[in-house]
């Protein structure tokens, strides 16, 4: 048994070869006119950005959802950034108020006042209504006809 020289095996290789990439572009024909009778996009999975061809009437678009995903994910990204940023601008904009009531226990001092000075304008009110209800100048019954 004789093995062939370079040349004839170089030969028969790139015959291989070549009738290969014509059978792979002969059946590529044959699917791209089946879905370019039926109108049909065709998207291609593949890195780097978007690309939209038009071929024989069939429009193929590649970059499809690794890309889209890709920029998704980005625009959550810049999303979360920006409204970090402006929690963050409204609690630096809501510090000047804070000012001495910075702590805890100087909030709740600051609170407990509000709240006995809210009771003590309660107490004054009702008080005040006593006194028109003993002089009889306020009766909530009573009409403007009457």
Known sequence: AQTPGNE?????????????????????????????????????????????????????????????????????????????AEKDAILMAGRHDLGQHFYRTHRLDRQRTEVAELQKKFQADQRRLKEMRAAKSLNPFKTSKQ
């Open 8 to 84: 004839v095996l170089k030969e028969n290789i790139d015959n291989w070869i070549a009738n290969f990439e014509a059978e792979e572009e002969e059946r590529q024909r044959a699917k791209l006119a089946a879905v370019a009778g039926d109108g049909w996009t065709v998207v291609v999975r593949s890195k780097g950005r978007k690309r939209t061809r038009e071929e024989n009437g069939v429009s193929t678009f590649t970059g499809g959802r690794a890309t889209a995903a890709a920029e998704e994910k980005l625009k959550q990204v810049r999303a979360a950034k920006d409204a970090a």
